[in-house]
């Protein structure tokens, strides 16, 4: 995590002291930043209890892994479709040890000396919640002062189909740091993190590469059109995508113990519901996540020891004035900058509480989210659906993101689609799909946020010749429907 | 120009008539702009008169040449900043044909069909004001009903420097439409055009190319920091940067009659105003821009005949209800994208006042800008020296782009800043610069125009891991000056 900020220098790693202001489980993104925000300002202390590495899934084994893999494929591919660039390839070594760098090799000495720089100590092992304000780790008994804040995260989910656990499936881990680039790939799951992997494993020359999704697109949580598009795309780029097809049932009859990111056994044979049978070298599970409550100690305090744990607006489990949960393990929107999000809400809540003083923000931001395939998919608010599923006024507009002269330039074959939903004058939410996408979701973000009317709306001009030019055929397109034309 | 609409079929090019609601004297994107929206729900009908290519200066011989340019000179220089991409490298004549595509080989075909599709005339020729509401064309005289708008834009500025104008440089319209690279150019100031000249220049092969600019930096209208990280990056790529420095002489004793794009003499002696002196294969003048008023007939309605002509809120002549300029002819903001803003409220306020309404709308915008060298510069809003020269309650906050996982993500060897200026907790002005800045500029045009409070931006969250996430590092800044720390 990058900061700004130096802190107090006397802080440190598995320091011999059993009582803190604040005591963080889990040191993903999230519980680094709750313990920044709680104490930076406030002269409150904390400690990050950490089982594997600070930084987190996101750091080393999720977001920046797979941005890392994606962006080299992203430039060979816009380089293929423009006209005046030549001979553009992915140098799969180079890639797979950029990620490396990237990753930092799996060591988190740096995040450790932005912790304790900060004021932060950090205690490695497993954290569990043992009564009010007390956590064990590893037999030590920690007790916080003001607030214990759970921040574990979740875990790749592994769906009960038949033969799929024992045949030793790839999870997103595995797939983000992978050594050696399977030759046939089968993806079970459809979401944002099967679509990104297929992404990077065809770019990186797997042959074949399938995705099995049982509902009736991918990226099913977004607009159909954004499942649409990256599936047309997957197509002709020679990924197959089976949607509304099950994976019955695994065989994998030879298992090794290969590490993270190499190839888990021979050959897999996998049966599907439309009767079809694929063989494929390695089978990537990315079919949800699971939360990290089962093990977390949540009974101590009367909570149940599994599903994703509830919080208030402020991050606060409903009857306990002293727990919180940020991130993933809350539900509420398993995103790394969401969670971060949280935490920055949350620290200001525990050292605004710890002063006695009201809390000064809540948890009140529309979520954004990119996913980074090619095409990419970017989202902000609400969709059509689930902004009539919460019975508003709901208005839309549409615009094909090929018809501008900004996308015109980008590629030789733009395929792109952009949507505004609204309630009544005022924007609940916005979907891009295209390259060159990713920057321009914030421009939705801060529109929906400040929920600027239409009219204001009107008078932000985007530069000429810009992707963000959508913006404006979009407001014509709304213009339009409103004169009746 | 794309657009939504189709109108009435019975428009023409250079129709047998000589009344219309609207005459339009200039057909670049401001002057179809203005046609169309003064038009499309009004009844009212249109004319434009263009004395070259309908689509104007920006579809031909600027923003659209020069993006085509610009966009393989891109992605090979962020190639070959990412380790994972090998062998990317420009082939010129894909480059150029690419380029002669997007300017559709100055056919102009596609925007008559589109004009008059939507039921606006066109006249191909040289329009004068003659009088109230009168437009003579080569003789023939055309009247206005409602208004007569002027948007004839501006041509490159060749200043009075000795021998240079004998020289036969370069202008933007050579440069942009280059079919021969000149293998040592020397550019005539450090503006916008000139920098982004440079960049394909050199990305598309000369050898030795060379900025000449009278003040301390390039790109002087933005913050000072655009400047010199342009520079830096100049410097590292081979163009040479010669700032508080003049051109005092040019000699060129052989002058010949070649092409646009071609090179237009033997070699070019460039005296400096440090006593030293270049020679070169072109140069490329790019000093600004002089208004097209100079034989445009304004002294037939009392106006003065040359210079910028100043018009209010409502783009209309102060004391001429008829006559409107909008675009570059007006000099509020020399950019097609505010020119076509001006167009539109032009075009309301023509349709509103013709049927005896008031203006349904003022120009009100913030004027965002982008310039597409790498890195590329953006922005929107007021710089500081601007907000400080207005007397405003001024604010800062500035971060170091390369500081943050999502541009870590984008390129090896990423540089880049940003900055927000503030009135009191009102942002007034952002600046962006780096690698994939181009869209997220829009986020922050947004927010000045709508005025979004501080304390409501804090929840607009930019995803992670983009370069959008550089929003959380500014809003941090500025929370920390104000919790004095």
């Known amino acids: 995590m990058h900061s700004r900020q ?18 963080v489980v889990g040191g993903g993104p999230p519980g680094e930043v709750v313990a920044q925000y709680a104490t930076q300002f406030s002269g409150l202390d904390a400690v990050i209890v950490e089982q594997e590495l600070l930084g987190g899934e996101c750091s080393f084994w999720a977001c920046m892994p797979s941005k890392g893999l994606l962006r080299p494929v992203e430039l060979v591919a816009n380089s293929a479709d423009l006209a005046g660039v030549t001979g553009a390839r992915v140098d799969v070594d180079a890639v797979l040890a950029r990620r490396d760098k990237i990753v930092n090799h799996h060591d988190d000495t740096s995040q450790i000396t932005w912790a304790t720089g900060a004021g932060i100590d950090v205690i490695r092992g497993r954290g569990r919640l043992a009564g009010p304000k007390t956590v064990t780790v590893d037999g030590r008994t920690l007790t916080a002062r003001h607030a214990v804040v759970l ?22 881990r595995d797939a983000t740091n992978l050594h050696v680039v399977p030759h046939r790939v089968v993806i079970v799951g459809g979401g944002v993190v099967s679509c990104e992997a ?57 298992v090794n113990d290969a590490g993270e990111g ?16 694929l063989r494929a070298d390695e089978i990537l ?22 599903g994703f744990v509830a919080v208030d607006e402020y991050l606060t489990v409903p009857g306990f004035d002293w727990l919180y949960v940020v991130g993933d393990l809350n539900g509420k929107a398993l995103l790394t900058h969401m969670g971060k ?9 525990i050292a605004a509480r710890a002063a006695g003083d009201p809390p000064p923000q809540r948890d009140r931001a529309v979520v954004p989210q990119v996913t980074f395939t090619d095409p990419e998919v970017g989202s902000a608010g609400l969709t059509e659906a689930q902004a009539r599923d919460a019975g508003l006024d709901v208005g839309v507009a549409e615009y094909d993101m090929a018809a501008l002269a900004g996308t015109y330039l980008v590629r030789d074959d733009y395929r792109g689609r ?46 000429y010749p810009t992707v963000s030019e959508v913006w404006l055929r979009l407001l014509e397109t709304i213009d339009s429907q409103r004169r009746g034309k």
Chains 1, 2 share one sequence.
């Open 198 to 254: 297929a992404t990077w494993l065809r770019g990186l020359g797997a042959d074949e590469v399938t995705i099995v999704e049982g509902s009736e697109r991918l990226l099913s949580k977004n607009e159909p059109f954004a499942g649409d598009l990256v599936a047309e795309a997957f197509t002709a780029s020679g990924v197959t995508v089976k949607t509304r097809t099950r994976v019955t049932a695994v065989s994998r009859p030879e």
């Open 6 to 23: 130096t802190g107090p220098v006397s802080a440190q790693l598995n320091p011999d002291r059993s009582e803190w202001d604040v005591i």
């Open 341 to 349: 999000y949280q935490a920055r809400i949350a620290g200001d809540v």
């Open 285 to 306: 599970v990315a079919a949800g996540r699971t939360p990290n409550s089962d093990d977390l100690g949540l009974p101590s305090v009367g909570l149940e020891p599994h």
């Open 418 to 463: 952009a949507k505004l939903v609204l309630d009544g004058d005022v924007l609940v939410g916005a979907t891009f799909v295209g390259t060159g996408i990713a920057e321009l979701v914030h421009s939705a973000t801060v529109a929906i946020q400040g929920r600027i009317p239409l009219a204001d709306l009107w008078h932000a001009v985007p530069s």
């Open 151 to 172: 921040a574990t995260g979740t875990r790749a989910n592994v769906p009960p189909i038949d033969g799929l656990r024992e045949a030793r499936p790839w999870t997103s």
């Open 262 to 277: 190499l190839i888990h056994g021979g050959e897999v044979t996998v049966t599907l519901s439309d009767g079809s049978v």
